[in-house]
């Protein structure tokens, strides 16, 4: 079936045309490079995986409760609105939001497999181009993995949001080469990672924990990839320049706090934009998910040198300057850690039962 017949509306053209500047850069040493980014190059080889085979789509999704989600962390529960609901009703809005999520997750990995490719074009070095042709692969990957989750498992999409599309399309069209790096490794990956770790860590539902498990295993090989590159990068850069990149920063943190809240899905259950708005502005769960995805962008951009005046002060507005603190390298640790822990628990579930098949096979050859 065609995605265009799933989308809850228009999604506009078929393709969407982002103008490019910038120039593509060769490089001629072929034999040199950092080792870190060179290590990290081969894990990324090393962890290559497909789709098709390491997630489990025979598992069934009731894709009118996919992730398990209770009623107290939807947006109308509590209010005037969740009273005239019918279990139904219920069931359509857990449909909608959860389409909504995965959706914007699969245009963000559209996107970072575009930002990726840029990176391959653009970045001066061989060992950043190295890298990034292996990220590019990963993001096509979990476009592919949350594209069939929509379509096979809920049957409905969202167009891409307006505010996430805004931020996507800055990044491709900054001439500059490390700006795909710090748009897409750093704030939308940063806020996937969030979004992501927040569902892996709370539904009970396995085929969706799985394919968030398996996905934040790369982000995290992915964020570490940015923190190196721009890391070196920034150390070069004049007071102005880097004035320029925490502007964007700044810009994009509050796009992201502002905008990403699921608006569009209340719009679909027939409550007007504003009453929209100030319903999700009042949900304890998007307060919570507002703390949680800064979790993995403020320590990041500290970490690469952008921590000046103005952007401390953003941070501070934002209630999420101790942040700034937190151990990135834990917190990667730990998503590469659930994903291992996942392939050990169900492969060693599949080998019990294929030990037990066969010992009754046995059984049975004896009794005959």
């Known amino acids: 079936m065609s995605t265009y017949e799933l989308y809850t509306q228009d999604p506009g053209a078929a393709a969407w045309q982002v103008p490019a500047t910038g120039s593509a850069r060769f490089s001629w040493e072929y034999d040199a490079g950092r080792d870190r980014l060179l290590a990290l190059y081969q894990k990324g080889k090393d962890k290559q995986w497909d789709g098709a085979k390491r997630i489990d789509w025979d598992l069934e999704v009731d894709p009118y409760d996919p992730l398990g989600t ?13 009273a005239k609901l ?6 359509d809005l857990r449909r909608h939001y959860t389409s909504w999520q995965f959706s914007q997750f699969l245009h963000g990995e559209q996107g970072a497999m575009v930002c990726a490719a840029r990176i391959v ?3 001066p070095d061989l060992d950043a181009k190295f890298y990034s042709a292996t990220q590019t692969m990963d993001e096509a990957r979990h476009a592919e993995v949350y594209g069939r ?24 069209r900054d001439s500059r080469w490390d700006m795909p790096y ?24 396995p085929l969706p924990k799985q394919i968030l498990a398996y996905v934040m295993q790369d982000e995290a090989r992915h964020v570490a990839f940015g923190r190196m590159a721009l890391r070196d990068h920034y150390r070069q850069l004049t007071d102005a320049e880097l004035r320029e990149r925490e502007e964007f920063v700044i810009e994009g943190c509050y796009l992201m706090r502002d905008r990403l ?11 007007p934009r504003k009453e929209a708005e100030e319903l999700s502005e009042q949900s304890a769960f998007l307060h919570l998910f507002r703390k949680l995805l800064f979790s993995r962008i403020v320590p990041c951009v500290k970490d690469i040198g952008l ?12 209630g999420v300057f101790d942040l700034g603190d937190a151990n ?12 291992e822990a996942l392939d050990r628990e169900r492969f060693a579930a599949e080998e019990r039962a294929r030990v037990a098949e066969v010992a009754a096979t046995v059984a049975e050859g004896a009794e005959a």
């Open 70 to 82: 209770p009623d107290d962390v939807l947006t109308l529960y509590g209010t005037r609105h969740w």
């Open 86 to 91: 019918t279990a139904k009703d219920r069931g």
């Open 121 to 123: 074009e653009s970045a």
């Open 149 to 172: 989750f929509l379509h096979e498992k809920i049957g409905m999409l969202y167009p891409v949001n307006d505010s996430l599309a805004g931020l996507l399309g800055d990044t491709l």
């Open 182 to 205: 710090l748009g897409m490794q750093v704030l939308i990956e940063g806020l996937a990672l969030a979004a992501f770790g927040m569902i892996r860590d709370t539904t009970d539902k």
């Open 261 to 271: 809240r699921g608006v569009e899905v209340l719009e679909n259950f027939g409550i």
């Open 307 to 318: 921590w000046g005046e103005r952007l401390q002060k953003a941070y501070v507005d934002m």
């Open 328 to 339: 990135l390298d834990l917190l990667m640790t730990q998503d590469e850690e659930v994903a």
